[in-house]
């Protein structure tokens, strides 16, 4: 039994969704670029001091299908550009904890309907967060 589970897995391909988070700079897009040998951040454009000003947190996913040996992964990685550039960050976190929250409603009204056969698994897991060496605390 556990060698069918096994193959079925494999062929069937595994999902994994990684969250980065931090300031502007801090090496998120080379650090991700250099893990999965590709260019996710092709159209990236960095925003200058007055943009930052008023700047809020935004949620951008890219998709890419890798596959190494025969087995399957469609990687997610989740960015959230402006997270930490504004001047006043209150409460910048509250638009990231509310995506992945909702992905995890999402998952579970998916899992307890009817037609469970092609669920879309887009739950985070895992957060990379970065933090400035340079920071006040």
């Known amino acids: ?12 391909g595994f999902t994994f969704t990684l969250i980065v988070a931090g300031e502007s700079g801090l090496g998120k897009s080379t650090l991700i ?39 399957k992964l469609r990687l997610t990685i989740v960015d959230t550009p402006g997270f930490g550039d504004a001047v006043n960050n209150t409460e910048s976190w ?3 904890e509310d995506y992945i929250d909702r992905q995890f409603e999402q998952y579970f009204r998916d899992e307890s309907g009817l037609n469970r056969k092609n669920i879309q698994d887009n739950r985070v897991h895992c957060c990379l967060y970065f933090i400035s060496p340079f920071g006040h605390g």
């Open 94 to 96: 509250k638009e990231i």
């Open 33 to 71: 670029n250099s893990l999965f040998l590709t260019d996710l951040y092709k159209d990236r454009k960095v925003p200058n001091a007055e943009e930052r000003i008023s700047q809020t947190v935004t949620i951008t996913t890219h998709s890419i299908g890798i596959e190494e040996k025969g087995v």
């Open 1 to 12: 039994m556990p060698n069918q589970v096994h193959r079925k897995t494999v062929k069937k």
